[in-house]
């Protein structure tokens, strides 16, 4: 009972699909083949959408879905190019073993690297105004600079210390003598002795020993 059922069923798909059946015929060269396929990312294996896919040589092509899935006519001697932003170039060669009127592919492409030339953007509208700039560039000093000048200055300073007063230089502390006694005309000058920031700065000489320096000069 069950066998004869099976049969019923199969005499029945035969009867309700004929069209189907005479498709899976076998195909000549020359004859048009349903080809089919599924685009897909080499790395990820997801799909890859609106991929262009052609016939080589010609102006027949297509393009796939959303989901990465096309579907195009070709026959035997067709080649099929498949192109898409950011992913290497590939062809496929239509099989001349194809007995069938449909075929189905799982089509691969692999990313493509795209090495761009380096470009530089400068805010100087011409070359000669670059330039320009780069020969009349301020470089601010950086902390190393500054650490130089300063420790320039303070042995400049030291140095000083030792140098004999010439003759301007005796006419200013003359100078300053003489305003000192009028800024305290008719008044008792103040006297060092009793100055405590006098006696601080002798104990430091004394400490540094300038005294000594000066004793053997």
Not at 137 to 146: G, M, V
């Amino acid at each position: 009972m069950v066998r004869k059922s099976i049969f019923v069923i199969i005499i029945s798909l035969c009867f309700l699909f004929p069209e189907d059946l005479h498709s899976q015929e076998v195909v000549t060269d020359h004859e048009i083949i349903q080809f089919s396929g599924v685009v897909i990312k080499a790395d990820d294996l997801t799909s890859v959408p609106y991929t262009t896919v052609r016939i080589k040589n010609t102006r027949k092509g297509t393009i796939s879905d959303p989901n990465g899935y096309f579907s195009i006519v070709v026959t035997k001697q067709d080649t099929l190019t498949f192109s898409a932003i950011g992913y290497k170039y590939s062809e496929f060669a239509v099989p001349d073993t194809i007995t069938m009127k449909r075929y189905s592919l799982i089509h691969v492409l692999n990313a493509d690297t795209i090495m761009l030339e380096p470009t530089v953007i400068y805010p100087w509208p011409t070359v000669e105004e670059f330039k320009k700039a780069f020969v009349e560039l301020d470089i601010p000093d950086d902390d190393l600079e500054i650490a130089r000048k300063n420790l320039a200055f303070i042995e400049m300073k030291e140095r000083s210390q030792n140098f004999k007063m010439d003759g301007s230089l005796n006419y200013k502390h003359y100078m300053n003598q003489q305003t000192d006694k009028l800024y305290y005309i008719g008044q008792t000058q103040p006297i060092s002795l009793f100055n405590p920031f006098a006696w601080a700065q002798f104990v430091k000489a004394w400490k540094e020993g300038k005294f000594k320096q000066n004793k053997e000069n």
